[in-house]
């Protein structure tokens, strides 16, 4: 069964799992006690910290292991927040930051810091010009990924550094998803990652804060990972979790250019095999291994079981998933279609033959969605009266953008349609039609019954 979902958890790499067995032996004792067993283990975690900093580009005395890579951005947001009080409490971040990142800002928030977030453009990424406009007096920390989890974007992040730098404000980088892929670029002052997303074991994420950074641990004092992650090491998974980066990297660069050309495949044929789709993401500047597409009158949730029923694992930042009822804030903050998305994130060793029956499935799985969904046909025959109004309040994705589509071909050209709906799915994939389908979007204005009336004007 092929597994497309890297980007949430990569497959465990075969050197991880041998360095996990053979540390599992080695590795059990306390590294802080001097009798033999503790200094076997500490030699491993000496060369499992310079083996990682060596992969991060950074000194082994500025890096720590934690038990997550939430709690490694958790643990540097505070950190450097708290390191920084008497410079101001300003918290910069992109508006499509990974969610770690906007819980913790949240957290800052509701405890009176102040909170900046820097928009995105419909490829995903921030501007550099936007990100330094908003380094105001008494920021104390900049965040920036160095690419989206659910889009692959990668982001600016030496040109962001370079302005952080110019106003003396540090970067934290979450460089969860392209840590595998290479070395973040540009004077980044703290970075964060998790092990499980290039092949190690999940409980392993890594902080990075370089030397002159101004940090205080927050929570706590504890002896071990120089105070910044309590507890005792899980040696095992350390150990694993580095000779697995190291391997990931020396195979990124051959398998980096493999997967490419698969996702480039992936990219230009589904919207020639799939009518009414929208890719999206940057499609350059992005990750290699990363493709995301959205379906237009498709359920989110029954699209990702009936790939699922046909053998593949994807997932999605749709609004119509079992996970939330809203649309993934990234899709919102690029202001793209949200319903029937698909998250395709290839593990290392994809085959061909993989990516191309996945081609060959996803046809005709979105038209039976769509059939279902009773979804209308690619084209429409005029009409005559001036303006409808559709009555969409208390549905759900797609059904508010299906109703639209089914009658915009019974006004006459410079008619409008008026859609009644409470989804919030409906705000953004309404616009987001209108720009698909070459009509105009005139805006939004409540609705007395509920909800928002959604008005259009067809100019096709």
Request: net charge negative; proline share 7%; glycine share 10%.
């Amino acid at each position: 069964m092929p597994y497309f979902d890297a980007a949430s958890s990569a497959p465990l790499h075969p050197v991880a799992r041998q360095a996990l067995l053979a540390s599992l032996d080695e590795g059990w004792a306390d590294p802080a006690r001097l009798y033999r067993e503790g200094r076997r283990a500490r030699m491993l975690l000496d060369a499992a910290r310079e083996a990682a900093a060596e992969a991060v580009g950074c000194r082994p005395d500025e890096l720590v292991f934690t038990p997550s890579g939430t709690r490694a951005v958790h643990s540097g947001i505070s950190g450097a927040l708290a390191g920084r009080r008497r410079v101001g409490t300003r918290l910069v971040v992109s508006a499509v930051e990974h969610s770690s990142v906007l819980h913790a800002a949240e957290t800052h928030a509701a405890a009176g810091g102040s909170l900046t977030e820097v928009p995105v453009g419909r490829s995903g990424a921030v501007e550099a010009a936007a990100f330094a406009a908003a380094l105001e007096p008494g920021t104390a920390l900049a965040c920036l990924q160095s690419a989206n989890h659910e889009v692959g974007t990668a982001q600016p992040v030496a040109e962001v550094a370079e302005a952080c730098g110019a106003a003396g404000v540090p970067l934290l980088v979450d460089a969860a998803q392209s840590l595998g892929w290479g070395p973040v670029e540009g004077a980044w002052s703290l970075l964060a990652a998790s092990a499980h997303k290039w092949g190690g074991p999940a409980g392993v994420g890594l902080l990075a804060v370089r030397k002159g950074v101004r940090f205080s641990p927050q929570g706590p004092a504890d002896e071990r990972e120089s105070g910044r992650a309590a507890g005792f090491e899980n040696l095992p998974a350390i150990v694993a979790a580095a000779a697995s980066l190291r391997a990931v990297r020396a195979e990124a660069e051959a398998e980096g250019a493999r997967l490419r050309g698969l996702v480039d495949r992936i990219r230009a044929r589904v919207p020639e095999l799939v009518p009414d789709v929208e890719v999206v993401g940057d499609p350059v500047r992005r990750l290699p291994h990363l493709v995301t597409f959205s379906c237009l009158y498709v359920d989110g949730e029954t699209l990702l079981h009936e790939l699922d029923r046909e053998g593949f694992s994807v997932s999605s930042g749709s609004s119509c998933t079992s996970s939330t009822l809203t649309p993934s804030h990234v899709l919102r903050a690029m202001g793209v279609l949200s319903e029937g998305n698909v998250r395709v994130s290839l593990p290392t060793g994809t085959s061909e033959e993989d990516v191309d029956r996945f081609l060959a499935v996803l046809p005709g799985v979105v038209a039976q969605v769509r059939e279902r969904l009773g979804a209308p046909e690619a084209t429409t025959e005029p009409g005559v009266s001036g303006s409808l109004v559709v009555d969409a309040l208390g549905k759900r994705c797609p059904i508010p953008v299906i109703e639209l589509a089914k009658v915009i071909g019974d006004v006459p050209v410079g008619g409008t349609v008026t859609v009644l709906a409470d989804d919030e799915a409906a705000r953004l994939d309404i616009p987001a039609w209108c720009e698909m389908r070459g009509q105009e979007y005139v805006g939004e204005e409540p609705s007395p019954r509920g909800g928002s009336a959604y008005v259009v004007r067809r100019v096709a």
